[in-house]
Structure formats: C-alpha cells, structure tokens
C-alpha cells in the first residue's frame, strides 16, 4: 500500500486538520470529526446534518456551507460516527427551528443517528430523519436493510438545504428531502477495487478484464461481474438498471450526476457524460442540469456511479439556488 498518510488510525483526523487549515469558513473538531459553519447556528433556520464513514470525500464534510449542510459528521473509514459525536454536533447546530439528519441507508448509520436523535430530543431538540436509499443495484424487499444511500445524497443536501436557507419549516425541508429521494435512482461500477488504510490490501479483486457492475461505495459485491466494456456499453448498461426502476422519467427532464469514485480520471467522466447524453437522449429524456467529478467517492476506486433524479419546476429552483461549501459553488 502506498498513502499519503501519516498512520491509518489517524487518517480521518489527519485530514480533517487539513480542511480546517483550507477552510477558515469551517469549525472543525478534528478529534470528534465534527464539522460545522463558522458562526452558525442561525436563529430560527432549518438545520441540516449529514454524515457517515470516511472515505466518500468530499461528501460529507465538503457540502458544509450556505445553501447546503450546517453539520457533518465524519467517522472512521466505512465506519459509522457514534452516537455522542452526532447528538453534539445536532445540539451545536440546532437554532429552535429543529434539525432534519440525512442519512445514508447502512445499517450503522441508521442506528446511531436514530439514538443521537432520541438523546437530541431528551433535550429538547427537534429532530427529523431523512433516509436515501437510491441505489438500484439492491433489490427492494420487505425484510433486510434495503438500498444503499449513495449519489442522491448530494442532490438531497442541495435541494434540502436550499430550500431551509430560505427560512421553510422543518417539515417543508423534510419533505422536500423526502421528495428528491423518491425521485433519485443511482447504480455504479467498478474498474479496481479500493484500499483502505487499515486492511492495506484491495477490498476485493477483478481480473484485468473485469468489471463490477451494481457495485456499492464501500466496495460491497455487485450484480455481476462482466468481460471489461466500452464507455458506449457501460453507459448503456448503467442506463437500463436505473430506467428499469425509474420509467416515468422518459419525457421529464432530469438532474444527472456523472460521479467518480476516486481514481478516474476526469477524460474518463466526461466520456462517459457524453454517452449518457447520447443513451438518454434515444430515449427521450431531457438533462436540465448535471454535474462531472468526483463527489461521493470511494477512496481510490476506478470507476463511476450515475444518479438521475426528476426534476419539477420546484426542485430545478432550489437547485439552482446559490451554494457556498468547499465542494459545491455557485451563485455567490
């Protein structure tokens, strides 16, 4: 394993040390792995609180910020925070308006953001959770975790948060939030697998002419596993999965990201933007908005996911709204 890192225990703390120097608009608690906005929380607004493990950079930590999260919450690689580094971040943030938590669908996170919320309560913290689950590459059933929380997340922060800055109601930012997830599909693939700085040794292995497909962002098993394609066949492929599960959106337009998992190179993304133009242009469906790079990452992966979430009038306005966070900025 070759890392810039220093040891893998302190990996997270190492690099949040790093925003905070980058960031002087942030507070950081490296210790903790708490991030918040300088001067918040604003009286009476909305907050926003995501988190979950390291390793997916630059969510959560780098969506803090005007428009977008007031918190996030970072714990070990692919680990989950606890439950104490949550509720404190929650009640910093926390400006009598209530806080609503995006949470990604995993077990762990699940669990501990609900006992951080009950502690919140016991206080007299309003609370409301929001869960993604928008990766079709799992199954829904009745028992069992369900789908994985992967690139909606970002579109959710955004809508969300755009939305609670200006000044809706708790229930209005849940709702919303509600919203842009049951209109959000996403599904990835993968070219390698990752490495995490404690395992030091690939997650998983792929034969110099495989690739993953329906792979999740802490390298969990996908689909299957086919001969290596072109950008032309992935897309397609990638495509079908989400239009099999999302078909209203032949005619709607729609929010597309084009999401590296940290080790394709840009050439790459936009390659593959391009052919998901062309796949869902055949189609008939309109991109109104889209975003290429690497947003919800897994460590050095090769690969990509895509998300596509319908857009309404309503959700096209709050995502245009000004954003102001280390990672995501317009209209300021």
């Known amino acids: 394993m070759k890392k810039l890192i220093n040891s893998p225990e302190s990996v997270v703390a190492d690099a949040l040390r790093g925003m905070a120097a980058a960031h002087p ?101 309003k609370v409301e959770q929001v869960v993604v689950d928008d990766d079709v590459a799992v199954a829904r059933t009745a028992n069992g975790p369900g789908r994985r929380g992967t690139g909606a997340t970002l579109f959710v922060e955004k809508i969300a948060g755009a939305l609670a800055e200006e000044g809706a109601p708790l229930a209005e930012v849940a709702a919303v939030a509600r919203k842009v997830n049951s209109n959000a599909r996403s599904y990835g693939v993968a070219l390698t697998s990752c490495t995490t700085p404690a395992k030091g040794s690939p997650n998983f292995t792929l034969g110099e002419d495989e690739i993953e497909l329906g792979i999740g962002i802490h390298g969990e098993p996908g689909r299957e596993r086919r ?57 008939g469906i309109t991109v109104a908005r889209s975003l290429v790079g690497n947003y919800v990452t897994s460590l050095d992966m090769a690969g990509c996911t895509l998300t596509l979430c319908r857009a309404d009038e309503e959700l096209l306005r709050l995502w245009d709204a000004p954003v102001d966070a280390p990672s995501l900025r317009w209209g300021c």
């Open 227 to 283: 001969a290596l394609m072109t950008a032309a066949e992935t897309a397609e492929a990638m495509l079908d999965a989400i239009l099999d599960d999302l078909p209203e959106a032949a005619g709607a337009p729609v929010i597309l990201l084009v999401n590296g998992l940290g080790a394709t190179p840009p050439v790459e993304l936009y390659i593959m933007r391009a052919e998901v133009e062309r796949v869902l242009g055949e189609r």
């Open 25 to 125: 608009e942030l507070s950081v608690d490296a210790d903790k792995g708490i991030v918040t906005r300088a001067g918040s929380p604003v009286a009476g607004k909305v907050a926003l609180l995501s988190g979950g493990g390291s390793g997916h950079e630059p969510l959560h930590a780098g969506f803090v910020g005007r428009g977008m999260l007031a918190a996030a919450v970072a714990g070990p690689v692919f680990t989950s925070p606890v439950p104490d580094n949550i509720a404190a971040a929650t009640c910093a943030v926390d400006a009598g308006a209530g806080v609503l938590h995006i949470v990604k669908n995993y077990t762990g996170d699940i669990l501990n953001f609900t006992m951080a919320a009950e502690d919140c309560e016991d206080e007299g913290v």
